[in-house]
């Protein structure tokens, strides 16, 4: 006798879902919301952005306008009146005093760092070695530390009271980190490049400036600015190591806003407005090679 199959007993077989069709749900999924995220970034940039609205609508006050009215709100009658004055006092010879001490230490420094952090990354000797470890105890010694060594040492060289005078100090202080950043960012190189090029015939000399550069621009370009921005802002050396007002650059020049009874604001603020702006071109002229600099590392 036949056997008789019950189909109502029988499993029903689920639809398969594609699995492109669980990734676009997977991906269609809304994230939660990082709420506290969130709210530390708006105060941080309200933490940034205040004291740049300050600067820039001081800067715009009168004198005797900017004691009577509210400091936070923009003036009814803005004047120029602040930037004609700083403009006159001397600006552009502080300007460019701190444009060759910037350049002349920032340029050196990530020149020499650059061709000292290829021995140390690519060499075994202890020699390299020994070199990194010079350049670590370097990051340990605070700059306050050393002013009157340099103070000293500037003054035997008959350096004092010159722009040479800030430019060595500015160099030394600036190497350490450079060397660190670059040696991390060459050590990231992968190592068939460099035995393709030895196989090629190519000395270190050609592979340092034919593949390497070319690979570590962004953190060039990273580590240029960095210590172009301490060296622009930097006050201690200039304050010790100058004394005329040939020799000053601009975070001396907010001195010649100040008496011994009173006190510019506005012109000071329309000087630390002027102060700022190379740094804001040089910003978005390397951008790009900055924001890639210091990513570099995180989506590898």
Known sequence: MAAVIDHSRAPVEQPRVPVAGR????????PRPNLLGGLGGWLWLVVIVVPIY?????????????????????TPEPTLENYAT????GFFRY??????????????AVLLAFMAAYPIVRSRSRVAGLANSM??????????????????????????DTLLGL???AIAFALPVTVLILSNFMRDIPRELFESMYVDGATNWTILWRLVLPMTRPALTTVAIYNALGVWNGFLFPLILTQSDEQRVLPLSLWSFQGEYSVNVP???ASVVLS??????????????????LTAGFNR
């Open 167 to 169: 430019v060595l100090p």
């Open 54 to 74: 300050y600067i820039v609508i001081g800067s715009f006050k009168s004198q005797t306008g900017y004691f009577d009215s509210n400091p936070l709100l923009p």
């Open 95 to 108: 300007l460019a005093n701190s444009a060759v001490v910037t350049a002349g230490a920032v340029v050196p």
């Open 135 to 160: 350049f670590l105890m370097g990051l340990a010694l605070p700059l306050q530390a050393t002013i009157v060594p340099i103070y000293l040492i500037i003054g035997e060289l008959g350096l004092y």
């Open 86 to 89: 700083v403009l006159d006092n």
């Open 276 to 293: 700022t702006l190379p740094l804001v071109v040089v910003y978005v002229i390397g951008r790009r090679q900055l924001v890639s600099g």
């Open 267 to 269: 012109a000071i603020l």
């Open 23 to 30: 990734a676009r749900r997977a991906r269609g999924a809304r």
